[in-house]
């Protein structure tokens, strides 16, 4: 079983920059692909980056690609998710996963995460 704890959300004005944490505990908490999701009032919940578990690894959408850096500190058992450049279009809840799907790769579908956090609010003003 893995805990997740998501933290550094808030309200920032467009152009701004937030970066949210992830804690993770539990049974081998570090052998895990983590990525990070976001869901907006209305709409389904969508990838937004993702790392394997060594972080050489990452993905990111489109729609954040050149503005959000995802990564991880192993030996604190942390994920991070930098989002520079906000829009309000970024506004949602924003999520972390972890994923016990074996290699080393990284993964975008919902079903390969078992384990999510409680989410935390990133508010974009225009």
């Known amino acids: 079983q893995v805990q997740l704890v998501e933290s550094g959300g808030g309200l920032v004005q467009a152009g701004g920059s937030l970066r949210l944490s992830c804690a993770a505990s539990g049974r081998s908490s570090n052998n895990y692909a983590m990525g990070w999701f976001r869901q907006a009032p209305g709409k389904e919940r969508e990838s937004v980056a993702a790392i394997s578990r060594g972080g050489d690894t990452t993905y990111y959408a489109d729609f954040v690609k050149g503005r959000f850096t995802i990564s991880r500190d192993n030996t604190k058992k942390l994920v991070y998710l930098q989002m520079d450049s906000l829009k309000p279009e970024d506004t949602a809840v924003y999520y972390c996963?972890?994923?016990?799907?074996?290699?080393?790769?990284?993964?975008?579908?919902?079903?390969?995460?078992?384990?999510w956090g409680q989410g935390t609010q990133v508010t974009v003003s225009s």
């Open positions: 996963a972890a994923s016990e799907v074996s290699g080393s790769g990284v993964y975008t579908r919902r079903l390969s995460y078992s384990y």
